[in-house]
């Protein structure tokens, strides 16, 4: 039985190291997080994914799965380890060369190495590839280097991870033929080879579309608010083209994917991605639009109660949430704050969370930022009745409001916020 060594236990390395424990692999699992080390040999696990927690427990009381806060021998090596942007918007590569390193003194002739973070192109061939061969290591006969990159969606990783198709960019042909060999033990999903930069290429592009397509769909937002349309039903109604596929406005764009990656694009060639550019501004102008907006509803000292935290709903994660900027906005105005999250703990936020009751009693606005199930049939009567002012601002378009003493805003109708606004204070 080969031994698999996951260097980085998130959101991705996690799930990853617990499936090929399930297919019969002896897996290690590796984080500078003592914490979620100790956490997982104890069979659980210090992140929210769907059916993940039954698997690790599984997995680990098999002696399939442990973890460790430095590399081991192994056979196959994987790096899934965070990708960050710097101040700048560049790629921050620390974490990925740091983990290349670590995984060093436990290589032996024939390993395979593969990199699942996401990674601005030419990673592999002018970072990962060089730091093994400075052990004197023939990268591509000694050691099969590839690139893999994670391509699954929160709360549906396990499915995810077994029924989609695979991207595995080899550093030459048979380094990508070891790699794919390695995922084939359980991914049922078409296996695709091709070079290690056209992989790099391929998910930065999956996530970039993604976000100029919202970006797009945020634009027409603004537009719409200006005009007076509803823009929810000029999206549906232009979605019935069957050529047509725009997303939805909201907040703003999240997440360690949409909201980083076409970053590294832009580094690499921002004279040559105008549109990628100017769809990252956009996007990130989210924000301040929704607060434009709650000041049209709230007085100055009044009381908001943020709904929503996470970048998208029914999952913990709020890495580059737009909801966690919207907040900071909020801060540094003249508001009262209430939030509330069902799905985030206190110790992953520097404020105080609150409770459905504590959040919105004598709250001027409900400020919807995530659509988690837990928002989408609230309870009316206690709106009406806790709230100084029943008021719902649904920036993620989610809530399902019947009573007509609850005024309702979603990107439908922003633009009966200014004639409404003197009824309301």
Not at 126 to 136: H, L, W
Not at 156 to 176: K, P, Y
Not at 196 to 204: C, D, G, H, N, Y
Not at 331 to 349: F, M, R, T, W
Request: aromatic share 6%.
């Amino acid at each position: 039985m080969e031994k698999i060594c996951v260097v980085g236990l998130g959101y991705i390395g996690l799930p990853t190291a617990a499936m090929f424990a399930k297919v019969g692999y002896e897996v290690l699992g590796v984080d500078v997080n003592e914490s979620a080390v100790k956490l997982l040999n104890q069979g659980e696990i210090h992140i929210e994914e769907v059916g993940l927690r039954e698997l690790v427990e599984k997995v680990v009381r098999e002696d399939r799965l442990r973890a460790a806060t430095s590399p081991e021998h192994a056979d196959v090596f994987i790096i899934a380890v965070p990708t960050p942007n710097y101040p700048d918007h560049t790629a921050n590569l620390e974490y990925v060369k740091s983990a290349t390193k670590s995984i060093l003194p436990f290589l032996k002739k024939g390993d395979v190495v593969i990199v699942e973070s996401t990674i601005p192109p030419r990673t592999i061939d002018d970072f990962v590839a060089p730091i093994i061969q400075t052990e004197g290591w023939n990268v591509g006969e000694d050691i099969f280097l590839a690139h893999c990159p994670e391509r699954v969606l929160p709360g549906r990783i396990l499915i995810e991870l077994v029924e989609n198709t695979r991207i595995v960019g080899g550093i030459n042909n048979i380094s990508g033929q070891k790699a794919a060999q390695v995922y084939s033990s359980f991914v049922t999903g078409e296996i695709i080879i091709t070079s290690a930069v056209t992989a790099e290429m391929s998910k930065l592009m999956e996530n970039t579309y993604r976000d100029v397509n919202i970006a797009l769909a945020n634009e027409l937002a603004k537009i719409s608010d200006k005009l007076g349309i509803n823009a929810l039903e000029v999206i549906e109604l232009a979605n019935r083209h069957p050529r047509v596929n725009l997303h939805q406005p909201g907040p703003g764009v999240g997440g360690h994917c949409l909201a980083v990656d076409p970053y590294f694009i832009i580094e690499k060639a921002p004279n040559e991605s105008p549109l990628i550019i100017n769809a990252r501004r956009i996007n990130n102008s989210m924000p301040e639009f929704v607060i434009g907006h709650v000041d049209k509803i709230v007085d100055s000292g009044g009381k908001v109660a943020v709904f929503g935290l996470t970048y998208k709903g029914n999952i913990d994660d709020v890495r580059e949430s737009p909801a966690m900027d919207v907040v900071s906005l909020l801060q540094e105005g003249n508001y009262k704050l209430s939030i509330y999250d069902p799905h985030v703990k206190q110790a992953q936020v520097s404020f105080k969370l609150s409770t459905f009751d504590e959040a919105i009693d004598q709250a001027d606005c409900i400020l919807i930022l995530t659509d988690h199930n837990e928002f989408k049939g609230l309870d009316e009567v206690k709106i009406h009745s806790k709230m100084r002012n029943p008021v719902v601002f649904d920036t993620k378009n989610c809530a399902n409001i019947n009573s007509e003493a609850i005024k309702y805003y979603n990107y439908g109708n922003l633009y009966e916020m200014s004639r409404n606004v003197e009824t309301l204070v």
